[in-house]
Nanobody
Framework: QVQLVESGGGSVQAGGSLRLSCVVS????????MGWFRQAPGKEREGVAT???????TYADSVKGRFTTSRDNAKNTLYLQMNSLKPDDTAIYYC????????????????????WGQGTQVTVS
C-alpha cells in the first residue's frame, strides 16, 4: 500500500521558517517526480514546487527564492524548506507523487499526480 505522510507543519510568525518532510512508503518513490501543493482557505489547491528523481527542482513564482525542495532517495523522503514565510503562505501543504518518472512542463496540474499525502497545516501570522 502506497503512503505519503507529511510532517513539520505548525504556526510561525512572518519572516520565520519551517521545514516540511514527506515520507513515501510502499513503492519506489525515489523513481518518480514528486511535487508539493498547498491549499489556502477558500482557494483552489496550487502547485508550490516539483522535483525530479535527480533532484532538479522547479518552483512557483510565488515561492521562488524563499522555498527549497530536496529529496533523499535513500530514505524515500521529500523535503520543503520554507524561509521568509508570509501570511499568504498559510495553507494546508500536500506532497504528491507523479505517475511519471520525468517531471512535466505542466507540473502544477493536479491530475498528473496519482498519490497524495494527507496534508500538514502551516499557519503564518
Amino acid at each position: 500500500q502506497v503512503q505519503l505522510v507529511e510532517s513539520g507543519g505548525g504556526s510561525v510568525q512572518a519572516g520565520g521558517s519551517l521545514r516540511l518532510s514527506c515520507v513515501v512508503s510502499g513503492y519506489l518513490g525515489s523513481s518518480y517526480c514528486m511535487g508539493w501543493f498547498r491549499q489556502a482557505p477558500g482557494k483552489e489547491r496550487e502547485g508550490v514546487a516539483t522535483i525530479d528523481q535527480d533532484g532538479r527542482p522547479t518552483y512557483a513564482d510565488s515561492v521562488k527564492g524563499r522555498f527549497t525542495t530536496s529529496r533523499d532517495n535513500a530514505k524515500n523522503t521529500l523535503y520543503l524548506q520554507m524561509n521568509s514565510l508570509k501570511p499568504d503562505d498559510t495553507a494546508i501543504y500536500y506532497c504528491a507523487s507523479d505517475s511519471s518518472v520525468r517531471c512535466r512542463n505542466n507540473w502544477a496540474t493536479e491530475k498528473n499526480y496519482n498519490y497524495w499525502g494527507q496534508g500538514t497545516q502551516v499557519t503564518v501570522s
